[in-house]
Structure formats: structure tokens, C-alpha cells
């Protein structure tokens, strides 16, 4: 069994950052990849960042430069550092991890948003 919990989310005023973070649980294995998607009422779920075993990261569009994830191996922790945070930006995020063994999981998830 893989459990995700996402905590940090809140309210930020825009141009402000928050620091998600996503515990992971019950698992002996590596995963393939781990990652935050992010969806907004009425919109489809959209990939925010993800990174993978071997470190390389992929980032949406409108998050390159602004967004950074990373990982502690030995917390079993994701991170998402979100900088110059925009009302666009307002959403539910999830984690997400895959691996061969465990195919995909998700996170309940943790609302953010942006706004004066």
C-alpha cells in the first residue's frame, strides 16, 4: 500500500511562495516517479512538476522558473517550491507517485490559493 499526504497548502497573497511537501508511506520500493499535478474547478487535472529516480525534473510551461521540486530519499518526501505565485496558480495540488510495482497513486490533495 503507497499513502501520499500533501501539507503547506493555503492562502498567499499574489507574489508570494509556499513549499509543498508530500510524505510518502508504506512503500519499500523506489519509485519510478514522483510528482505534483495540480486541477482547478472546472478544469482538467494538469501536470505541475515531476522528478524522476535518476533526478531530472520536468516542469509545465507556466511554472518553468518559477517552480522547484525535489526530494529527500531518506524522508520519503516531495517537495514543490512555488515562487512569484499567481492567481492562475489557485488549484488543488496532488502528489502522485508511480513505480512498475504499485502503478499510480494520489494524494487527497492540498488547496492553494492565490489571491489579494
Known amino acids: 500500500q503507497v499513502q501520499l499526504v500533501e501539507s503547506g497548502g493555503g492562502l498567499v497573497q499574489p507574489g508570494g511562495s509556499l513549499r509543498l511537501s508530500c510524505a510518502a508511506s508504506?512503500?519499500?520500493?523506489?519509485?519510478?516517479?514522483m510528482g505534483w499535478y495540480r486541477q482547478a474547478p472546472g478544469k482538467q487535472r494538469e501536470l505541475v512538476a515531476v522528478i524522476f529516480s535518476g533526478g531530472n525534473t520536468n516542469y509545465g510551461d507556466s511554472m518553468k522558473g518559477r517552480f522547484t521540486i525535489s526530494r529527500d530519499n531518506a524522508r520519503n518526501t516531495v517537495y514543490l517550491q512555488m515562487n512569484s505565485l499567481e492567481p492562475e496558480d489557485t488549484a488543488v495540488y496532488y502528489c502522485n507517485s508511480f513505480s512498475a510495482l504499485t502503478g499510480d497513486y494520489w494524494g487527497q490533495g492540498t488547496q492553494v490559493t492565490v489571491s489579494s
Open positions: 508504506g512503500s519499500i520500493f523506489s519509485f519510478y516517479r
